[in-house]
């Protein structure tokens, strides 16, 4: 049966090369400004699709912990953003 945990949650249990977290690569979210904050999550949101799909289990991961790191200094630095009323569902 397939494990139904989802892949931030399988995170630490893959094997091979991940990268330790004392080295996680790029530069730390908090010292980019917000321009290249914003470059670095549509890069990460580009190369999406072709990493879960085709990159190694540690270069998923990487991946994985990169975006959440990006996403969670946003959402730090913007915790009032404007929220489109058109992407909002009823109910």
């Known amino acids: 049966m397939p494990d139904p945990a989802s892949p931030e949650q399988r995170v630490d ?24 904050l914003i470059r670095e999550v549509a890069s990460l949101h580009r190369t999406r699709l072709d990493t ?8 998923l991961a990487t991946h994985l912990r990169r975006t959440a790191d990006l996403e969670t200094e946003y959402l730090t630095r913007h915790p ?12």
């Open 80 to 91: 009032g953003r404007e929220v489109d009323p058109h992407r909002l569902r009823n109910g």
């Open 52 to 59: 879960l799909r085709h990159a190694s289990d540690a270069a």
């Open 13 to 36: 249990e893959w094997g091979g090369d991940q990268t330790p977290d004392d080295q996680t690569p790029g530069v730390d979210p908090a010292d980019l400004s917000d321009e290249d």
